[in-house]
């Protein structure tokens, strides 16, 4: 039972200001935050690709008699304690930071979107079994057990991407065993299996192009946390190790440096923010956009 | 043997001359800096030390830290204390010593008020049970095996058989390992006694743990009139640095021990208690490794370090260029015959020339403390300018020490010290480790100090530590690429603060403004 439109209007009261409908308004708002997104996120991938010419000096160059210089024309973001730029050792890690991050989203999502999918759609013993390891995973607090892992296989983005991969899949297994447990019933399922097609050629075409909505939105947060969680564990040695320029190793490197020089510390910190940052409007604007179809 | 400690690879700075004389002649005065308070020594209170390494206990040859060091010995005292000049000794519980029959005795008298903190005076006989128990560990052991026997003279006189002459054991009498426990450990099995020993030191044990809290309580049995002035010593493990600056800033640390260069540049000058450059910061280059053997590669490494930017960067002013391979400023130490390794870029070009073997690519172990790495960045850098290209494996402190214990590395960077105030202490720990893990024992070294404890001449000694410097330097098992002081940073309220060159000092003596 619905109210009539003129009881939401206290006696009295103005009426509601005009405007679209909220519908409307979270698509428009999903627009722009996904136009800022991909912006952002457009940038940082120029940057990337672009750093060996743009970037000033060679990142991994030492001038020991330099270091720890302020932001001057030579050094726009000045020196690290090594003498070498900032501004380029910032520019050099992006590309590194992105494709990391991005390999860390992409082989988790790739191992549990197979493995939601088989769970999915053969149920039994294979459901059982990958959704009890999935329980078991998830029973770990998450960083204790990448840690626990990368401390294991030894630091370096090998480790890293085997430590995201084994922990990551999980979230996604469950997102499509989710979706393939409510499309297995519908009737062009049920059509298709009539028809005689075979098994793998009714996942791959029908039904993981209709399970794929939910993931790709869950994908551009995860690069969020992969982006954070890739500068968290550089930071604590497990990562990319020095001199190869890291944001997360530049923060762990700088930190001895806090109070003399708190810059070393902020910049790359900043720049890990608005990627972050970047990612989390565009999955925010996906799903907006996404959701409302 | 461990002379060093061992877990620690991070170098300290050294000190300026002109900052040491200022140090010396605050020290002289009672120690410390003025900051318009008393300078009569005030007792009682609580002092709060930071450490940042852990504490491994008190069972003495489990002993490999100087953080362990410093408050085992404040429990259970040694026979010997050294000065803080690093180069002589002084009365500890044996008031007076003195070598007899060639230099094959030593003859050890008690001081009469040398008392364990339960009460019971110190004798010779407990001092003979001490110096079995040191013998039957397996780190130590060897380095008290010259004592063949012991002979009790009376109560408070015990005598030392030598097997052969050696005029450095009072030395190693002063060791933190060295202490003196009460026979038969008074009656308790060993394991219990370690947990919560009984000592003659200034403080008796309340309280400890390896990551956590140390607390030492006032022995109010101890033989030095008047000490310790502070009734309490709570040490706190604080491993990162910014947390000591605050904690220090805040009041809530009095001390923060063995502090890094990095710390102490961002700290006033007038918190910062330096030693003269001693701590021994080393490339360790395994010869085993078939890419290692070839002495030139080892000596075209040599020639290819930029040690002014290695001292300049990581020890921020509190070091110096090395001048030699072993731990400077303490009695005995003596230069090699020729000059050692410099900065030689078309030199180091052309040993490695004439090497039978060019390494391309070389794996260096470092502890991930922020002195260290960059170091480690910088030999990186510096080998690469050579043609080799270095990748840089990073560990904890605990982590790369088993790295380069058991042998596993190829490039290992190290730190080494003196525990005593004798330059053959050292050469002492090279020889007991084939000369610091790296495969490679300098036969020279034996022979050095067979001559080095066989004579009581000062010039004989040095001739044998420059004996030893010339083979380190021939055989390039090891690159020393600087040499730095031990740091502690101090409240301007604490007083009496007096290290010796390798970082230790009297906890008793110590004491602070209400």
Redesign the interface.
């Known amino acids: 039972m619905t109210a009539p439109v003129e009881a939401a209007v206290p006696a009295g009261g103005a009426p509601p200001p005009p405007g679209p409908a909220p519908a409307v308004r979270v698509r428009r708002g999903g627009r722009v935050k996904l136009a800022i997104g991909l912006t952002v996120v457009g940038l940082y991938v120029l940057v990337a690709l672009l750093a060996p010419v743009l970037r000033p000096h060679d990142p991994l160059a030492q001038n020991v008699a330099a270091a720890l210089q302020g932001p001057s024309g030579a050094y726009p973001l000045g020196t690290d304690e090594l003498g070498r730029d900032v501004l380029s050792r910032l520019m050099s890690a992006t590309g590194l930071d992105l494709t990391v991050a991005l390999l860390a989203t992409v082989l988790p999502c790739l191992l549990g979107t197979v493995l939601g999918l088989l769970a999915g759609y053969a149920g039994g013993w294979l459901d059982a079994v990958v959704m009890r390891v999935s329980d078991l995973l998830q029973a770990f607090p998450t960083y204790i057990l990448m840690i626990a892992l990368v401390f294991v296989l030894g630091p370096g983005v090998r480790s890293l991407l085997i430590a995201f991969t084994a922990v990551g899949w999980v979230v996604y297994a469950r997102l499509i065993r989710g979706e393939v447990a409510r499309i297995r019933g519908s009737e062009y399922i049920v059509a298709a299996v009539t028809a005689g097609l075979g098994a793998t050629r009714i996942m791959v075409r029908h039904v993981l192009p209709n399970t794929l909505k939910q993931t790709l939105v869950y994908l551009t947060s995860d690069v969020v946390f992969a982006v954070t969680a890739l500068a968290a564990f550089s930071f604590l040695g497990f990562g990319v190790q020095q001199p190869t320029p890291e944001w997360g190793s530049m923060t762990a490197a700088a930190q001895a440096y806090l109070t003399e020089v708190p810059r070393l510390t902020v910049l790359p910190g900043l720049v890990i923010s608005v990627l972050a940052f970047g990612f989390a409007l565009l999955g925010d604007g996906l799903q907006d956009r996404m959701g409302r179809r | 043997m461990p002379l060093l400690d061992p877990l620690r690879s991070a170098p300290r700075g050294a000190l300026a001359a002109g900052a040491v004389a200022a140090v010396l002649a605050l020290s002289a005065c009672g120690g410390g800096q003025a900051d318009g308070g008393s300078l009569q020594p005030v007792r009682g209170g609580t002092l709060n030390v930071l450490r940042t390494y852990p504490f491994e206990g008190f069972e003495l040859d489990k002993e490999s830290l100087n953080a362990t060091y410093l408050f085992s010995g404040a429990v259970l005292e040694p026979l010997l204390r050294a000065d803080p000049d690093g180069r002589s000794l002084r009365p500890g519980l044996a008031s007076s010593w003195s070598f007899g029959h060639g230099n094959r005795t030593l003859t050890l008298k008690l001081d009469p008020k040398a008392a364990f903190s339960d009460g019971k005076p110190v004798t010779a006989a407990d001092v003979a049970f001490s110096i079995a128990t040191w013998k039957a560990g397996p780190n130590y052991g060897a380095t008290y095996s010259v004592i063949r026997s012991t002979k009790t003279i009376d109560d408070r006189t015990i005598a030392l058989e030598l097997s052969e002459p050696d005029t450095s054991l009072p030395s190693f009498l002063a060791w933190a390992t060295a202490g003196v426990v009460p026979k038969d450990f008074g009656g308790r099995p060993a394991k219990q006694f370690w947990q919560k020993p009984v000592g003659a030191g200034p403080y008796t044990v309340s309280d400890w743990s390896t990551n956590g809290k140390v607390v030492l309580t006032r022995n109010t049995h101890y033989y030095r009139a008047g000490l310790p002035y502070t009734d309490q010593v709570v040490s706190t493990y604080a491993g990162d640095?910014?947390s000591i600056?605050l904690q220090l800033a805040s009041g809530q640390a009095d001390l923060a021990n063995e502090i890094?260069p990095?710390?102490a540049?961002?700290l006033p000058k007038k918190q910062i208690n330096s030693t003269l450059n001693h701590m021994t910061s080393v490339l360790l280059m395994n010869t085993k490794d078939p890419a290692l053997a070839d002495v030139k590669v080892r000596q075209a490494i040599g020639y290819a370090i930029?040690y002014a930017?290695v001292v300049?960067?990581s020890l921020k002013g509190y070091g110096a260029v090395p001048t030699g391979a072993l731990p400077t400023n303490v009695a005995n130490w003596a230069p090699p015959s020729r000059p050692y390794f410099s900065h030689d870029a078309a030199k180091a070009k052309a040993l490695l020339a004439g090497a039978s073997r060019r390494p391309a690519t070389l794996t260096m172990a470092y502890p991930?403390d922020?002195s260290t790495?960059?170091m480690?960045?910088?030999v990186?850098?510096n080998l690469k300018d050579l043609g080799i290209t270095v990748n840089?494996?990073?560990a904890?402190a605990a982590g790369n020490y088993a790295t380069v214990s058991g042998g596993k590395y190829q490039l290992a960077l190290f730190a080494y010290n003196a525990i005593s105030p004798d330059a053959s202490d050292p050469v002492v720990y090279l020889g007991a480790t084939g000369t610091m893990f790296t495969g490679h024992p300098v036969g020279a070294i034996d022979a050095a100090l067979g001559d080095y404890r066989r004579t009581t001449d000062a010039k004989a000694k040095q001739a044998a530590i420059t004996k030893v410097q010339d083979a380190l330097l021939e055989e390039a098992p090891f690159v020393a690429l600087g040499q730095g002081a031990q740091l502690v940073a101090q409240r301007t309220a604490v007083h009496g603060l007096r290290q010796t060159p390798w970082g230790g000092y009297d906890l008793a003596t110590i004491w602070k403004n209400k």
């Open positions: 640095q910014n600056g890094f990095v710390l540049a961002t930029d930017s300049g960067s991930n922020p790495s960059l480690a960045q910088i990186q850098q840089l494996q990073a904890d």
